[in-house]
């Protein structure tokens, strides 16, 4: 499940706006369960937390659940709202790009004064392997 896997990214040294640029990998066995992100100021002595997000992918699950195979490159499957029921910024879509469920988006760190971060969520799929793959 979700929660057992914990990724994380390299560390950006001296960036108050920091760019990782790094795929990560994970799988999805309960779309219902939101992804957590959380980011770190790295510290000698101990590591200070700087906000939190959730992500609801369920609406990405869903696109990737349609046949869409045929549908034009460009093609919006869904949007969603910020809400104060999400940590989103702006608005998202998911979208079906070059034959592959894509979708981008901006949170709003929570539990910190300012802060966003921007993901992009692309669909992978792993031959043989159980669960689905993000």
Sequence with gaps: SL??????????????????????????????????????DRDMFRD???????????????????????????????KMQPSRKNCLSEESSVAWVNDEVVQHIFLRLRNVECGEIELELRWIHVPGARGLWL
């Design 3 to 40: 929660e057992l896997q914990k990724l994380k990214t390299r560390v950006v040294k001296k960036n108050v706006n920091p760019e990782w640029n790094e795929t990560l990998t994970l799988s999805v066995s309960d779309p219902a369960l939101p992804v957590k992100i959380e980011v770190f």
């Design 48 to 78: 200070d937390r700087m906000g939190d997000a959730e992500l609801d992918i369920g609406p990405f699950v869903e696109a990737v659940r349609m046949n869409l195979q045929g549908v034009s490159s460009g093609t919006m499957i869904s």
